[in-house]
């Protein structure tokens, strides 16, 4: 076993190291024995293959994650102008948090469990943010005392299952992996802590490595294999002090900044997962503070052609990138609103005082008051259940709300289709009496003639 673990690691340490040859036995060390010390002895024990895959899983991670923030560093360094480098007060910040959305595989993993878990937070903001939107929107328009209306499905449940103390799936697998649990131990207590919960399903086979959570987009099957092994991700001290003291510049800067990270994790017996859910939560509180924009892209097809839409791929996009709840949350609300002159526009054939549009834009009328007037009177008693609101600037409506009045309109135009029919006929009689009487005078006329 360890002949085949060596094997393995020499061709994972060349793709790191090959252009330093005096640190490769030392990474191999480090990628293949854990440092342990006891009594302040330091002593090498040897991984098993699957702990060193994981480790160096992690470094390339730590690799990765460490590069794309010195790029990023690098890029805003260039991009800010010379004269201003030194000035904090003229510091602006804009950021892109690109995310494809929820993750949904045939076999899905400790990778997708964590994607999907940052989408469910993200969802939350986006809930969040737009009830606070509207929150503004209510108050700016005198509405503040109807807020207490505004009521949004919020994924909550969905969240608690996830991170919520003590039997939130996260924090079981805190505990099973303190206490050196394994996969097997930890699927059998977020099965009995969680089997009441409705976002949270069990399988009809009892010895089948799967759990099921409902997330806001739909249903996702995890199977619960390496959970335990790659929620204690971490990387060696062993490795990191190797590439922290490698002669390359580039790389003594990047593994200098996760050799403190590291002792920094080490202080606070963090685990990756520990790390991402607290990154997640520095994000998502950052994000709470910003004046934030959503635009959810969706791509016709996977490839790169024009004039080709698969309905498949796009009903997929539909539903991970969470559109449909985003429509679900907008309907919740008072979706339809118009200003007073487009109110009015539509109904004023039904008000007392009727003028022409032209009329009403040369005298520059009060809408406001016109359709206040109108409501008033035109539709009295449409409005009981409050599904119509009066702004300072606008009309609030709900489905039902412009259902009741498209209604009085229908028979308002009904009604008025009927008064015309009346004077059509009423004039087409006028005018056949008339044709007939001058008819019969002109006949008249020639007979006197004839006479």
């Known amino acids: 076993m360890i002949i085949l673990v060596k094997y393995k690691i020499k061709i994972y340490s060349n793709k790191y190291a090959n252009y ?49 923030n010195w790029i990023v560093q690098k890029l805003n360094e260039n991009i800010t102008p010379t004269n ?37 937070k993200l969802q939350q903001l986006y809930i969040q943010y737009v009830f606070k939107q509207e929150e503004q929107i209510f108050i700016n328009e005198g509405l503040k005392e109807f807020i207490q209306y505004l009521n949004f499905t919020d994924n909550k449940p969905i969240i608690n299952l996830l991170d919520q103390p003590p039997n939130g799936i996260f ?8 206490t050196k649990g394994n996969n097997e131990k ?19 086979m009892a010895s089948k490595h799967t759990f099921t959570i409902v997330h806001s987009s739909k249903g996702v099957e995890y199977t619960v294999n390496n959970f335990t092994e790659k929620k204690q991700d971490s990387l060696q001290n062993l490795v990191v002090n190797t590439l922290a003291h490698s002669t390359d510049a580039l790389f003594k800067i990047i593994f200098q ?56 791929y796009l009903l997929d996009q539909v539903r991970s ?17 118009k200003s007073y002159q487009q109110f009015y526009r539509r109904y004023a054939f039904a008000a007392k005082d009727f ?39 606008k009309i609030f409506m709900q489905n039902k709300g412009l259902l009741e009045l498209e209604k009085i309109y229908e028979e308002k135009l009904i009604n008025l289709n009927k008064i015309a029919r009346k004077f059509q006929q009423a004039f087409i009689g006028f005018y056949l009496f008339i044709k007939l009487f001058y008819r019969l005078k002109t006949k008249n006329r020639h007979k006197q003639l004839k006479d």
């Open 20 to 68: 330093q040859k005096q640190i490769k036995k030392a990474l191999q060390n480090g990628l293949t024995n854990k440092l342990r010390i006891i009594n302040k002895q330091e002593y090498l024990s040897p991984l098993n293959l699957q702990e060193c895959i994981n480790i160096k899983d992690t470094l390339s991670k730590y690799l990765y994650e460490k590069l794309f």
């Open 84 to 120: 201003q480098q030194n000035d904090k007060s003229l510091e602006g910040e804009i950021g892109l948090l690109d995310i494809y959305g929820f993750e949904v595989f045939k076999e899905n993993g400790f990778e997708q469990f964590f994607i999907n878990y940052t989408n469910e």
């Open 171 to 178: 924090n079981i697998l805190d505990d099973i992996c303190q």
């Open 186 to 204: 930890f699927l059998n207590k977020i099965r009995q802590a969680n089997k009441n919960n409705k976002h949270f399903i069990t399988p009809k």
């Open 257 to 312: 900044i996760t050799q403190d990270d590291f002792q920094q994790q080490q202080q606070k017996g963090k685990s990756l997962g520990s790390k991402f859910r607290n990154e997640i939560q520095i994000l998502i509180n950052q994000l709470m503070v910003c004046e934030c924009h959503f635009i959810r892209c969706i791509k016709p097809n996977d490839e790169k052609k024009k004039d080709l839409f698969k309905t498949t």
């Open 321 to 337: 990138l969470g559109v449909l709840e985003s429509i679900k949350i907008g309907k919740q609300s008072f979706p339809i609103r």
């Open 355 to 393: 003028r022409s549009w032209q009329q009403m834009q040369e005298q520059n009328v009060d809408f406001y008051a016109l359709s206040k007037e109108l409501f008033q009177n035109i539709f009295k008693g449409t409005n009981q259940s409050g599904d119509i609101l009066l702004g300072k600037g």
